[in-house]
């Protein structure tokens, strides 16, 4: 009843941009933190960047500077600007959400926690 779609992952070459996207479908009440995480070939999965439903964000060490996350409410949306790309940001980019509420019937409201998108593939070529 309610997912995370992604889009914007590609091939790119270092020093470029790529801009990610995702979308929560459904028939969505509110919506928390939402976060980029992203998970190379071999790797555990780790935090890109987070934004607050306040608009507060956090970023990995690694893209500060280079990476801005955005949301836009009104479309249930958040977005990761990627600019100055690296070969070492390849990896698998997943949409995270925290809390989720959204309206299971017309009557009555539903609630998930931990909610995942299915990741996009983000390559950078060196």
């Known amino acids: 009843q309610v997912e995370l779609v992604e889009s914007g992952g590609g091939l790119v070459q270092a020093g470029g941009s790529l801009r990610l996207s995702c979308t929560a479908s459904?028939?969505?009440?509110?919506?928390?933190?939402m976060a980029w995480y992203r998970q190379a070939s071999g790797k555990q999965r780790e935090l890109v960047a987070l934004?607050?439903?306040?608009?507060?964000?956090n970023y990995a060490d690694s893209v500060k500077g280079r990476f801005a996350i955005s949301r836009d409410n009104a479309k249930k949306s958040a977005y990761l600007q990627m600019n100055s790309l690296k070969p070492e940001d390849t990896a698998v980019y997943y949409c995270?959400?925290?809390?989720?509420?959204?309206?299971?019937?017309?009557?009555?409201?539903?609630?998930?926690?931990?909610?995942w998108g299915q990741g996009t593939q983000v390559t950078v070529s060196s």
């Open positions: 934004i607050t439903a306040g608009g507060n964000t």
């Open positions: 995270n959400v925290d809390w989720i509420l959204f309206r299971a019937t017309p009557r009555e409201p539903n609630q998930v926690y931990d909610l």
């Open positions: 459904g028939s969505i009440l509110n919506i928390n933190t």
